[in-house]
């Protein structure tokens, strides 16, 4: 699988479309408890960081059940794309964990 395709797949598998949603929530969160803004744009970064971690991870780790149940995301990796998704992943995690220190 060419690079790009396999990047793409990868971008998609983080689930960008959820992070304004995330965003929303935080703000949400941080106004009923009083949080200063830089702190909520802290939390939100890392919480989105965060869940693309996971998205990630599980459509890694689970390509054998999202083929039986026919969803199409990371099934068509090979090996080097599947290295590429587990170094986006680390970065994720670490990116997410770096903010929240």
């Given at each position: 699988?060419?690079?790009?395709?396999?990047?793409?797949?990868?971008?998609?598998?983080?689930?960008?479309?959820?992070?304004?949603?995330?965003?929303?929530?935080?703000?949400?969160?941080?106004?009923?408890?009083?949080?200063?803004?830089?702190?909520?744009?802290a939390?939100?970064?890392?919480?989105?960081?965060?869940?693309?971690?996971?998205?990630?991870?599980?459509?890694?780790?689970?390509?054998?059940?999202?083929?039986?149940?026919?969803?199409?995301?990371?099934?068509?990796?090979?090996?080097?794309?599947?290295?590429?998704?587990?170094?986006?992943?680390?970065?994720?995690?670490?990116a997410?964990?770096?903010?929240?220190?």
């Amino acid at each position: 699988m060419a690079r790009a395709a396999a990047m793409f797949r990868i971008l998609r598998s983080t689930r960008l479309s959820l992070w304004p949603i995330i965003v929303i929530n935080c703000f949400a969160s941080a106004k009923l408890a009083g949080m200063d803004f830089l702190n909520v744009i802290a939390l939100s970064v890392s919480l989105c960081l965060l869940s693309s971690f996971g998205f990630v991870m599980n459509d890694l780790l689970d390509k054998e059940i999202d083929r039986e149940n026919g969803v199409e995301r990371l099934q068509r990796l090979d090996g080097p794309s599947l290295g590429i998704g587990w170094c986006i992943s680390g970065f994720l995690l670490l990116a997410a964990l770096g903010i929240g220190l």
